[in-house]
């Protein structure tokens, strides 16, 4: 499948910087998109200056994929628009981003190098893989939201899913529930409690109530800790014993489209926030408020959390190029 979509780019004349707009079948997914490049750039000498050695690699990875090689390239962000990747060559795993944000959707090309700038392994991963690895806190809570009143009964702030999600679940996406029935569904959860013992308290009572939704959704994939919680059911999970929503990297009513699903944008997203209140080591669910997150700040008020708009650095784990 990977060679035919690169044989399509040719055959389409589009450039780098075009838009895939309608036309999602010359996406190539992540996994796809590692493969072709790991094995075209392995061996590549980028032993150059470093503006050249960028130049090199932009060069090859056009080549590559099936995109021509533009006389010159344009300083645009991400540097490859048309596919919504960026590239990086690294000589050690101190991965650096400079003057930007980190977008959770965007496809970050990480080149392995060795001491002779000969690469050996290529990674790619989205900027919600990354931030798996900030130890700051600099990237986990770039947004965050409140409750516009205070939160005393469920509520299902969208009566019906986005003309997006309604068309597609028609279509190439009928194991969708529609948003009401995932509303009803989760909201039979209330009245539960979820554990949350430990030292990483929050991480666990996340991962408990993950698992709870996804079991009254009748879904099976494990929790990995992407965007959204639940894919199958394109369902994002809160739990707040607090106001302050934390929803990290993602502005809910974006129209960025999803790494894993490109069909989807970040605005067809189905939030589910719960409220509950601690007793001892467990907490009690109280109320749930589901949204899409085309509708999600009507009922919720956003402001910034903690943004660092200089160097973001990360450690990237010992088997990252494993």
């Given amino acids: 499948m990977a060679r035919r979509v690169v044989h399509s780019i040719r055959a389409s004349g589009l450039t780098i910087y ?14 796809d998109l590692e493969g072709i490049l790991d094995a075209s ?6 032993d150059y200056p470093l503006r050249t050695r960028a130049k090199v690699l932009k060069q090859k990875v056009c080549e590559s994929l099936g995109y021509p090689v533009p006389g010159s390239f344009r300083r645009t962000r991400p540097r490859f628009p048309g596919q919504d990747f ?20 965007r496809r970050y090309v990480i080149v392995r190098v060795d001491e002779n700038l000969v690469v050996r392994r290529v990674r790619v991963v989205t900027g919600d893989v990354l931030a798996l690895y900030d130890t700051t806190g600099t990237l986990t809570h770039k947004f965050q939201a409140k409750s516009r009143e205070p939160v005393e009964e469920s509520r299902l702030v969208s009566a019906t899913d986005t003309p997006n999600v ?10 969708l529930l529609p948003i009401r029935l995932v509303f009803a569904r989760v909201r039979s959860l209330l009245g539960s409690t979820v554990k949350s013992s430990g030292t990483e308290q929050e991480r666990n009572r996340g991962a408990a109530l993950h698992r709870a939704v996804a079991q009254r959704l009748g879904a099976v994939t494990p929790d990995t800790g992407r965007f959204p919680d639940i894919v199958e059911q394109l369902v994002e999970v809160k739990l707040q014993t607090a106001g302050t929503i934390d929803l990290g990297l993602v502005c809910p009513d974006s ?9 989807f944008q970040h605005r067809d997203i189905r939030y589910a926030v719960f409220y509950g209140t601690l007793s001892g080591k467990t907490v009690v669910l109280k109320h749930v408020v589901v949204s899409s997150g085309a509708d999600f700040f009507g009922f919720f008020r956003r402001f ?5 708009n200089t160097k973001i650095q990360l450690h990237l784990p010992s088997d990252f190029f494993s």
Avoid: Y
């Avoid at 309604?166 to 194991?175: A, D, G, P, S, Y």
């Avoid at 129209?255 to 069909?263: G, N, Q, S």
């Fill in 255 to 263: 129209a960025e489209r999803l790494a894993l699903l490109p069909d």
């Fill in 18 to 31: 075009d838009s895939l707009e309608g036309r999602l079948d010359l996406h190539i997914p992540t996994a």
């Fill in 41 to 46: 750039l392995r061996g590549l000498q980028l």
């Fill in 166 to 175: 309604q068309r597609l679940m028609r279509t190439t996406h009928r194991q």
């Fill in 304 to 308: 910034e959390g903690r943004i660092k």
């Fill in 86 to 105: 960026d590239t990086c060559i690294q000589k050690s795993n101190n991965l650096q981003i400079w003057n930007e944000e980190v977008s959770p959707s």
